[in-house]
Structures are given as structure tokens and as C-alpha cells.
């Protein structure tokens, strides 16, 4: 049985903490629509998901609840976070349509959070009831503005908890070293401290033993060991230094706080992009796009498969360096460098192996995104399909079956 990472109880909320009390009824208003059938179309469209608006769930916000450990994971969240997104877009639209004077010109700003809290479901005793343990969580905060496309996130820096308290306390202050940190985040005000555009992530977990497969956890999974990071990303460079001379002081508060013997250590990372992933300025990743129809879904040459070819772009005549890292090998140059035994990932070179890549800086090899490759959101670049194994993996199975054909042969 494959395992996977813990299952997830996942959150995502739209405030209006950013909008005048003027604003918020007319938005309430447009996504309502007449006699709520807007709203009451946008919930039977959200199936395996809870929306809610208003005092309903948090005062002054548009809210989305699920939970990651059912049969479909967490796809009914992805899809309803698009449906929401496309819901408040429209509704801005009509209210600057019907605006008048100067409230045509007035600024439409969402402050959002993420927040996903890995579980594993435990019974200790083997014949009571199933208990949930929480293991990690991850938190977001980003910004969303009205505009026709979002601005690629070209420019990231890594923060990872470094020292002998990584393995000897944090299972044990994960969780006040996290809320530390994200209280001082939410505090930050958007748009002035920190550029509207930029999007931070907060990982944390305490480890967890693998885990197999029991109610409310639809596969088996694996072990992890303690870990803690902060990662942030904006367009530019010059945003990415506004927000981590934002950032950085409230790390260094929060450990000095708690009198942990750790750093958090960063490292940067400049990815250009030729086009933006669809949705990567609301959660911070490259996530699926606009949810289809099943219809739709089942044509093989369009939609995603589009989308990542595009977003492959292949650029073989740049060189590498140590903050730069193109995508500079196509799919046929993997394959022939793999089974000559000299391919480097880490670079996308083909005169060397991997573990002597000169550069110290370890980046996703399927994306070339400063995020670890097991946890790439985007579809396998060798064989166009989305996996839980790593993109070597994937160039092994492939060229074993190619070795195996010729062999009968």
C-alpha cells in the first residue's frame, strides 16, 4: 500500500477587514443575488464542502471548511476555493458597474488565510473509539485584488528551523512557535508593511510514526520527522525584500521567546516565469485551475495537459547558477541522460550525476520552485501525470519499461 502524508482538516477564508462597511453590503448583495439563488447555486456547486458568509462562521468573512481525510481528499476543497474565488470576482465586477462617482474608484482588497492542520487517527487502546491527534499545520496570508491575471511569483525565500531543538523540543513547541509567528503576521498590515502581492507560508510539525490505512483516513501514511519553516514569495525582488524585512524580525522574536536553541536559516531562490500559474497568488502554490466537468475532464489533449506544457518552458541555452535554476532539459534529454548514468536534476545538466552538482542549493527538481520535490503541486514534467512518487522515480519506471521492452525483443 502506497503512504502518503497525513490527511488534512482544511480552511480558507476571504476577510473583508480590508473593505468599507459600504463595500461589504454591496458584495453581500451580488453574491446573494435575488432571492440568494447566487449563494444557493454556489453551495450546490461546493460539493464535500462548507461555505458560509458573515457572523456564520467568523465575523466579517467568507469561509470554507473541509475535511481532507474523506474518500475524496482534499479535490471538493481545491474545487471550492476556485468556485469562491470566481464568485467574488464576478461580484466586485458588478459592484464597480453599478457604482457611481467616485466609488468607481475605490480600492477592492481581501485580506485571506489558509490554514491546513495535518491529523493522523489513532486508537490506543484497539477497540475504543478512534481519536484524532493533530501532527502539523500549515498557515497562509496573501491578499487578493481584482485584476485580469495574477503576477508569477518569480522571487521566494525559505526559512528552515535549523539546531538541536528541531529534533529535541519542537515535537513539543510546534504549536506555540507557530502561533507566535502567525499572530505577528496577521498584524502586519497589507499593502503597506508587507506589498499586496506577496504570500506567506508557515510549516510546522511535530512528527508523526507511519500510520496504516482506518476510519476517516482514506490511505495509509508515512513517517515525518520534526520540521519548521516560513517561506515567502512575491513577484519582484524588491517586494520579496519589503516582506522579509517584514517577516524576519517576528522568527527571531518568537524563538527568543520560547528560549529555543534554533535559527531559522534562509535561502533564497529566483525562478523567472514565463507565464503564472493560474491560481498561485491565492494559495501560494501552483494549484489546479477552474474545476471542470467531468466531461470536459475526460478530453486528453486539453485543459491541464495544455497548461503544463506551456508552463514547461524549456530554456537550454541559459546557464544555471546558484540562485537561478532553469528547466533546461526536455523530456528525450532526461530520458538519454539517465540511462548514460549522468543526469543532475538539481541543475538540469546531463554531464554529471547529482550528488556532484555544484550548487549548494537544493531546489524541487520537477519545477524548479524552492519547495522539497516530494511536495510539488504540479504534474510530473516527464510523463504529464500527477503521482505521489518523485520525478526520478517516474524517469526510473520509465526507462526500466523501455530496457525491459527492447530486452523481449
Known amino acids: 500500500v502506497r503512504r502518503r502524508p497525513p490527511p488534512r482538516s482544511l480552511t480558507h477564508r476571504f476577510e473583508f477587514s480590508g473593505l468599507q462597511p459600504s463595500q461589504v453590503t454591496q458584495l453581500i448583495k451580488e453574491l446573494d443575488g435575488e432571492d440568494g439563488s447566487r449563494w444557493k447555486k454556489l453551495e450546490d456547486r461546493c460539493v ?20 481532507g481525510g474523506g474518500s475524496s481528499g482534499r479535490r471538493p476543497f481545491d474545487d471550492a476555493v476556485a468556485y469562491l474565488t470566481d464568485a467574488v470576482a464576478h461580484a466586485v465586477r458588478e459592484c464597480l458597474d453599478a457604482a457611481e462617482g467616485a466609488g468607481r474608484f475605490q480600492k477592492w482588497m481581501l485580506p485571506w488565510t489558509g490554514e491546513e492542520v495535518m491529523f493522523v487517527n489513532t486508537d490506543e487502546t484497539g477497540d475504543g473509539p478512534i481519536m484524532r491527534q493533530e501532527v502539523g499545520i500549515e498557515l497562509r496570508r496573501g491578499c487578493w485584488t481584482l485584476r485580469r491575471r495574477a503576477p508569477p511569483h518569480s522571487h521566494s525565500v525559505r526559512h528552515t528551523m535549523c539546531g538541536p531543538d528541531v529534533e529535541g523540543r519542537l515535537p513539543d513547541i510546534w504549536r506555540p512557535l507557530v502561533d507566535s509567528v502567525w499572530q505577528g503576521v496577521l498584524a502586519l498590515p497589507w499593502g503597506s508593511a508587507v506589498p499586496v502581492d506577496a504570500v506567506v507560508v508557515i510549516e510546522a510539525t511535530a512528527g508523526n510514526l507511519a500510520h496504516p490505512r482506518c476510519e476517516g483516513m482514506r490511505s495509509a501514511c508515512r513517517a515525518s520527522a520534526p520540521s519548521a519553516c516560513v517561506v515567502i514569495t512575491a513577484p519582484s525582488e ?17 524563538l527568543s521567546d520560547l528560549k529555543a536553541n534554533a535559527l531559522f536559516v534562509p535561502t533564497s531562490l529566483c525562478m523567472p516565469q514565463l507565464r503564472g500559474p493560474r491560481a498561485s497568488a491565492l494559495t501560494g502554490l501552483a494549484v489546479p485551475g477552474r474545476p471542470r466537468a467531468r466531461s470536459e475532464a475526460s478530453s486528453s489533449s486539453s485543459g491541464d495537459e495544455a497548461d503544463d506544457a506551456a508552463s514547461d518552458e524549456v530554456m537550454s541555452d541559459v546557464e544555471p547558477s546558484e540562485g537561478f535554476r532553469p528547466i533546461r532539459l526536455p523530456r528525450e534529454k532526461v530520458r538519454d541522460a539517465y540511462l548514460q548514468g549522468l543526469l543532475c536534476l538539481n541543475c538540469d545538466a546531463a554531464d554529471h550525476k547529482h550528488q556532484e552538482c555544484p550548487f549548494r542549493k537544493k531546489v524541487c527538481w520537477n519545477c524548479h520552485a524552492n519547495h522539497p520535490g516530494n511536495d510539488c503541486p504540479l504534474r510530473c514534467r516527464f510523463c504529464k501525470d500527477r503521482h505521489d512518487y518523485p520525478l526520478l522515480e517516474c524517469v526510473k519506471r520509465v526507462c526500466r519499461r523501455v530496457s525491459d521492452w527492447k530486452k523481449s525483443k
Do not use: F, M, Q, V
Open 238 to 254: 524588491e517586494e520579496l525584500e519589503r516582506a522579509n524585512a517584514a517577516i524576519s524580525p517576528l522568527l527571531a522574536r518568537a
Open 48 to 67: 464535500g464542502a462548507e461555505i458560509s458568509k458573515g457572523a456564520a462562521a467568523h465575523t466579517d468573512s467568507l469561509t470554507i471548511e473541509c475535511d
